[in-house]
């Protein structure tokens, strides 16, 4: 039992290109998120998804892309990358219902200059 | 929207001290999910503790404790006999029962253990 896998941990991209963050979770929850945080700061919410083919935007989507084809992968890409998402990004999962704690990725680190 | 404040950006402690950090948060709902996470240098994150809002108990784990003030919308960490290994970011986080349960976190206090 992996838990949340993400893909790459470390990544340099120059301004103007494209990359895929890879997230999976073996663990079968409905629920996935992605978050970024920036240096000295708390997460915010960038895109999330409760099943299969269903994805909403969170607090910071802009510049950003998802999809969920499956319950296990929840894949963000960056198009026309810019300085301002350089930071960490960070996929959680969860099962259905609040009481139980995100299970987190350990997370990609993004420069972009 | 439910929003989260973490007012003290540093704190530093003596090992073996306690000290406590802040948190308060703003919602209408009546039922939620209160979290304090933690966030060494690995950047991985790790849950501390958890409080569930219709409990008037506070939740304790060992040498972590909340002080959990519903009306006032307070959600304080007390962590007692601090160790060297406490050293991290701390992250106050709120969670809906609504929706799709999204976390909500502050901005992170900084906690520093002095020798």
């Known amino acids: 039992n992996a838990g949340v896998t993400q893909t790459p941990k470390f990544r340099i991209l120059k301004i103007g290109q494209s990359m895929t963050l890879q997230c999976t979770q073996d663990m079968n929850h409905n629920y996935m998120y992605w978050y970024r945080q920036d240096p000295g700061m708390g997460l915010k919410l960038i895109y999330y998804s409760v099943g299969a083919g269903i994805t909403d935007k969170g607090e910071v989507p802009n510049g950003y892309n998802v999809s969920r084809s499956t319950t296990e992968d929840f894949p963000l890409r960056l198009e026309l990358a810019a300085p301002s998402q350089t930071s960490v990004y960070f996929c959680?999962?969860?099962?259905?219902?609040?009481?139980?704690?995100?299970?987190f990725g350990n997370g990609t680190r993004l420069t972009v200059t | 929207a439910q929003t989260v404040t973490q007012s003290q950006p540093e704190m530093s402690v003596q090992e073996a001290e306690t000290v406590t950090l802040s948190c308060t948060y703003d919602?209408?709902?009546?039922?939620?999910?209160l979290f304090w996470y933690k966030q060494p240098p690995s950047r991985q994150m790790i849950l501390v503790i958890r409080q569930e809002a219709y409990k008037q108990q506070n939740a304790t784990e060992n040498r972590f404790s909340v002080n959990f003030q519903k009306a006032a919308k307070s959600f304080s960490l007390k962590i007692s006999d601090s160790q060297l290994g406490d050293a991290a970011m701390y992250f106050c986080?709120?969670?809906?029962?609504?929706?799709?349960?999204?976390?909500?976190f502050g901005q992170g206090t900084r906690l520093t253990i002095n020798p």
């Open positions: 986080a709120y969670r809906s029962p609504q929706g799709a349960q999204k976390l909500v």
């Open positions: 959680a999962s969860n099962p259905q219902g609040y009481n139980s704690p995100l299970h």
């Open positions: 919602t209408s709902e009546s039922d939620y999910y």
